[in-house]
T-cell receptor, first 114, second 114 residues
Framework: AQKVTQAQTEISVVEKEDVTLDCVYE???????LFWYKQPPSGELVFLIR??????QNEISGRYSWNFQKSTSSFNFTITASQVVDSAVYFC???????????FGTGTSLTVIP | EPEVTQTPSHQVTQMGQEVILRCVPI?????FYWYRQILGQKVEFLVS????????KSEIFDDQFSVERPDGSNFTLKIRSTKLEDSAMYFC????????????FGPGTRLLVL
């Protein structure tokens, strides 16, 4: 079974639209960490956010916001007023209490059309 | 801002040849990782390394793979006899020592096996 599921393979939006990228995770650990990374066309993995399992506060950083809901095992990512530079593949990842490997989702490819 | 660096950025090799991918983790980090990403697919964990030994490895990390920290700064991944299916982007990552922290990824090495 997949530990991290990103059901949306590809999303296209028009510039300035809001877009939400979904992430559902599965773990038996009570302590775990969730992450979002951005992979632009250049290929590197850019860290966006980390959330631990005890902190369900939603977070906003500029145009980015994250909605963590333990009840539904989801950690969704919203970009408001999308821009062309947001075009990238976005990966959600889970790290369990052992703190070793990351489990990545399959990624969501976001295209923002000017 | 400190960052993980990787060399080379691209490598082309013939099937059966040995390759060594190099990484310089962030200087005060103690945990090191290798991941790979086959083109268009998700990022997959290969191996984690701490205190000069492998702490965890995946099924992908078979006998043809090895890792080494030959000095105080470099962290290498060796593929002994490359196969066509080893063609992928290889990411190095590192993290600090305080609990489960963010893994910071290098820019990757794109390996092409012909």
């Amino acid at each position: 079974a997949q530990k991290v599921t990103q059901a949306q393979t590809e999303i296209s939006v028009v510039e300035k639209e809001d877009v939400t990228l979904d992430c559902v995770y599965e773990t038996r650990d009570t302590t775990y960490y969730l992450f979002w990374y951005k992979q632009p066309p250049s290929g590197e993995l850019v860290f966006l956010i980390r959330r631990n399992s005890f902190d369900e506060q939603n977070e906003i950083s500029g145009r980015y916001s994250w909605n963590f809901q333990k009840s539904t095992s989801s950690f969704n990512f919203t970009i408001t007023a999308s821009q062309v530079v947001d075009s990238a593949v976005y990966f959600c990842a889970l790290s369990e209490n052992t703190g070793n490997q990351f489990y990545f989702g399959t990624g969501t490819s976001l295209t923002v059309i000017p | 801002e400190p960052e993980v660096t990787q060399t080379p950025s691209h490598q082309v090799t013939q099937m059966g040849q040995e390759v060594i991918l190099r990484c310089v983790p962030i200087s005060n980090h103690l945990y090191f990782y290798w991941y790979r990403q086959i083109l268009g697919q998700k990022v997959e964990f290969l191996v984690s390394f701490y205190n000069n030994e492998i702490s965890e490895k995946s099924e992908i990390f078979d006998d043809q793979f090895s890792v080494e920290r030959p000095d105080g700064s470099n962290f290498t991944l060796k593929i002994r006899s490359t196969k066509l299916e080893d063609s992928a982007m290889y990411f190095c990552a590192s993290r600090g020592d305080r609990g489960v922290e963010t893994q910071y990824f290098g820019p990757g090495t794109r390996l092409l096996v012909l």
